[in-house]
């Protein structure tokens, strides 16, 4: 069977110009362990992008596969309204006592998206039923990514995304967001005083009353090409939110579960959010679940007699997973039996000093910027004016192309080379990857 060309026939994949499979095609997988994915050909990509950030302890991971097996033996599947099931309350007692302060009651959605659109339904019905039925709009950051539902598409700020859609997306409050490779006060990441906050507060006095909640990626703008601002930011909204009675959603999605080297970004600013999404690392990258969690000051505001209609009557038919729930506990436990993530900042030491050494003398290199064992290492035509290369040579793609031939899947964003690798990830494996991406770096850059 050509399995690529039945495929084609099929299946339209997400995010992708469909033309570009003509000279592209699927790549079809047939099993993987650890960061290897091996086609059906047998040829090995290193997974050094934890297919879409989700992918925490290796494809296959022989202890989390003994969890899911054991409970798809018990229990698939059951509606989660009226019904409960060990795995789910086992995974909130885990879940709670690694969590910031104050977060206490869960919310289960199975995708990211659908955490989000529900983080920000239940901020506005909060304020609604508080006596602010004024607080209706959301504020959201340059750059920001949250998922491509409509109400998530609208907060987020990546245009290549949300363009298009705007004549049907909500209304939000744009701030413009720090920035740090390109400051436009001249400061430098890691000394500067958030300078850049100062757009924030202009935007609360502006909008405050008004607004219900402002949503954040913490410290890390993943889509927008992994840009990464400093904790202080997350301190600052903390205060200026109290001040306006603004909810502060942190989408933790992507940052959470050890990949900025704490277990959530909202830890280096040692403050909570009022609301966290989850997902992505949640089930260590093996079944679609994702959780808003919140306080019990905005769960109380929704408990009362069902005649005063003050439930939240949002339901995802899959909420509460077993399976998932199964995976999720298995990955905490591993975490912290492993001690998951101490070993994986040891690790980032080494694979930042790594990529430094080896991208930073090229020519078109502007910045390698890291954090947790993420790295990105952003191309520019001119390192001094940091003028970006022309997009529509589509180098980053190029180098995609080039390096999957050479067995490492990278998938630039944009013209943003970097690698968001499984914690669990080892130096000889960083060693290769950081030598072929360096390779075909090179050579597309030399053409
Ligand atoms: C991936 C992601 C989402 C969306 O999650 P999906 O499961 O893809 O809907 C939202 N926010 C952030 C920061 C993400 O990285």
Known sequence: MDWQKEDL???????????????????????????????????????????WWCNLLGHCNPRINAAVKKQIDSLEHVIFANFTHKSAITLCQELIKVLPEGLCKFNFADNGSAAIEMALKMSFQYHYQTEHPEKKR??????????????????????????????????VVRIEGPDCYRCPYGLERDCCNCECFKKAEEAFEKYGEETAAIIVEPLLQGSAGMKVYPPLYLKKLRELCNKYNVHLIADEIATGYGRTGKMFAFNHAGVSPDIMCLSKGLTGGYMPMAVAITTRKIYDAFYDDYLKGKAFMHSHTYAGNPLACSAAIEVLKILREDNIIEKANKKAEYFNKVIKEKFLPLKNVGEVRSIGLINAIE??????????????????????????????????????????PPLIIEKNDMDFVTDIALKCTKEILEN
């Open 9 to 51: 026939k099929y299946i339209w994949h997400p995010c992708s110009q469909m033309k570009d499979y003509e000279t592209l095609p699927p790549i079809v997988i047939d099993y993987a362990e650890g960061i290897n994915l091996y086609d059906i050909n047998g040829k090995c990509y290193k997974d050094v992008i934890s297919s």
């Open 138 to 171: 959301f504020m959201a950051l340059t750059d920001a990514y949250h998922g491509e539902t409509l109400g998530a598409l609208s907060v987020g700020g990546v245009d290549l995304y949300s363009e298009l859609y705007k004549p049907i997306l909500l209304d």
């Open 379 to 420: 191309l520019v035509k001119d390192k001094e004016t940091k003028e970006p290369l022309d997009y529509k040579k589509r180098t980053g793609y190029q180098i995609y192309k080039k390096a999957l031939q050479n067995g490492v899947l990278l998938r630039p964003l944009g013209d943003v080379i970097y690698f968001n």
